[in-house]
Nanobody, 123 residues
Framework: VQLVESGGGFVQAGGSLTLSCVGS?????????MAWYRQAPGKQRELVAG???????NYADSVTGRFTISRDSAKNTVLLQMNLLKPEDTAVYYC?????????????????WGQGTLVTVSS
């Protein structure tokens, strides 16, 4: 599975952006949970929002009420609608997918990451 993000860019505080992540390649039918993470300069990568295969969502406290995660499993796509953006939302945003890998020996989950897309929010 490969993940490709798009939609990042430059926006003024209070503005909106929508990030998109599309999965492709072998194994997309085994994509389970999906999520968005972000990493700001000098900081650790943190979970922004996650969505299960059944549609259950969870959000970081810092984005609750401003960001919305959604997915279209048929299209292997996950979106992150970001509203009321703040300068502290500036970061590289990464798409993440939990993918089930089945072999003769075992069933296990692996983490797949996209290459990241930069979001810059000016004050």
């Amino acid at each position: 599975v490969q993940l490709v993000e798009s939609g990042g860019g430059f926006v003024q505080a209070g503005g909106s952006l929508t990030l998109s992540c599309v999965g492709s390649g072998r194994g997309t039918e085994n994509i389970n949970d999906m999520a968005w993470y972000r990493q700001a300069p000098g900081k650790q990568r943190e979970l922004v929002a996650g969505i299960s295969v059944g549609g259950t969502t969870n959000y970081a406290d810092s984005v609750t009420g401003r960001f919305t995660i959604s997915r279209d499993s048929a299209k292997n796509t996950v979106l992150l609608q970001m509203n009321l953006l703040k300068p502290e939302d500036t970061a590289v945003y990464y798409c993440n997918a939990r993918v089930l890998v089945v072999t003769i020996e075992a069933r296990r989950y692996i983490e797949v990451w996209g290459q990241g897309t930069l979001v810059t929010v000016s004050s």
